[in-house]
């Protein structure tokens, strides 16, 4: 990998050069946050070995280190970077789109390298990741089991970014918990209850409801929640009308969005989930567009029970249970409304008591939608 090493002196060597000239300044440090572990299969990886980056809501992974864990190959061939392995063959602009060079690393974003060999991404527990194809045994909660003493001594020394809140342990379960339809006058009071128990969630939020509510948008994006685009019409003859149509609705969608808030999201969630609306014609035109599809595997039901909210409670905590004994992780489908927020704060002290912590969605994570389709 010497020649790999020696092209990318040269090559930032001339991007600092030209950024200088630019009036241009980075600053590393802002734009990095906490790095998490990293698993292949059933293998918890040394941190202190891959070091991997978080750079501008990405991780990134050096290509040659991690590589070889996943069985994949690099070499240099001018200013493209040549990966092998299980049978694939994928290439990388050294000089253009997300490469750069750290400490001698050749650094790649990991959804880049595990959507071209194959691989998932899962999230265990919190600030894991899990790197899984064909060659995986061992269940997410089995995985967590077997490395909580590694897993407890590799982020002992990190600092911890929940307060007195929550008191969740690095090796709890983690859940997704999801809100579609907001912003609503009710946003506020949904997340001070997130706050009160140190908790993440994702939005799934309609244009003009965003463009109705912008004052809570930036207490959403403040408390680090992530944020995703729903479409404009919540109409099935008008969102599904063809796949221009799906994607001219989010695409008006991420704009109201970065008018309220100053940022675009790729993560998306169409009405009534994609099936099964989103065929593949449709899929291809939003993953060409450069989002990710997310739908969910626990449906809370809370549409239904708007005036008796209490009745879903406790299929909520049933079907989460039922997820973690089967070693997956839940993504919970709730509604930003009244009855919801009335009863939200039960079902997350019993969760809470239980073990798990409650993350956002990222980019890095591969995306659960009802067709598979893992882009």
């Known amino acids: 990998m010497k020649l790999l090493k020696v092209r990318w002196m040269a090559v930032c060597l001339m991007a600092i050069c030209c950024l200088g000239l630019l009036g241009i300044h980075t600053n590393t440090a802002s734009a990095q946050a906490k790095a998490p572990l990293l698993g292949v299969n059933d293998v918890l990886l040394d941190s202190n070995t891959i070091q991997p ?61 595990t959507d ?40 002992a020394a990190k600092p911890s970014n929940a307060g007195n809140k929550g008191n969740v342990s690095s090796s709890s379960r983690t859940i997704y918990l999801s809100f579609d339809d907001g912003p609503t006058a009710h946003t506020s009071q949904l ?24 004052a ?9 929640h ?34 309220a808030t100053g940022k675009r999201t790729s993560l998306i969630r169409t009405p009534y989930g994609s099936k099964p609306y989103l065929k593949k014609a449709y899929r291809d035109q939003l993953t060409g567009a450069g989002y990710h599809i997310w739908d969910w595997n626990i449906d809370s039901n809370d549409w239904r029970y708007t005036k008796n909210p209490e009745h879903f409670v406790k299929t909520v905590l049933s079907d989460i249970r039922r997820l973690k004994n089967q070693g997956r992780t839940p993504v919970v489908l709730m509604h930003d409304k009244p009855s919801t927020i009335k009863v939200l704060p039960q079902i997350m002290a019993a969760l809470q008591k239980e073990g798990y912590s409650f993350e956002p969605l990222n980019n890095n994570l591969t995306p659960l939608n009802f067709w598979n389709d893992h882009r």
């Open 191 to 214: 997340l001070d209850i997130l706050d009160k128990y140190n908790a993440k969630a994702t939005f799934f939020m309609l244009g003009p409801e965003i463009r109705q509510h912008t």
């Open 216 to 224: 809570v948008m930036k207490r959403m994006v403040e408390e680090g």
């Open 53 to 113: 980056v978080m750079k501008n809501d990405k991780l990134y992974v050096p290509i040659v280190i991690l590589g070889q864990k996943m069985g994949i190959s690099a070499s240099a061939s001018g200013n493209t970077l040549i990966l092998t392995g299980h049978n694939r063959s994928f290439t990388l602009s050294l000089t253009e789109g997300d490469v750069f060079e750290r400490g001698g690393r050749t650094m790649v974003p990991i959804r880049t390298l």
């Open 116 to 155: 071209a060999f194959g691989f998932t991404i899962t999230l265990p527990s919190s600030n894991l990741y899990r790197i899984q194809n064909v060659n995986t045994s061992l269940s997410d909660a089995q995985f967590v089991e077997k490395f909580a003493a590694e897993i407890k001594q590799q982020t």
């Open 226 to 259: 992530a944020l995703g685009l729903h479409g404009m019409s919540h109409q099935v003859k008008k969102i599904y009308a063809s796949p221009a149509a799906a994607l001219a609705e989010m695409n008006q969608d991420n704009e109201i969005l970065f008018q």
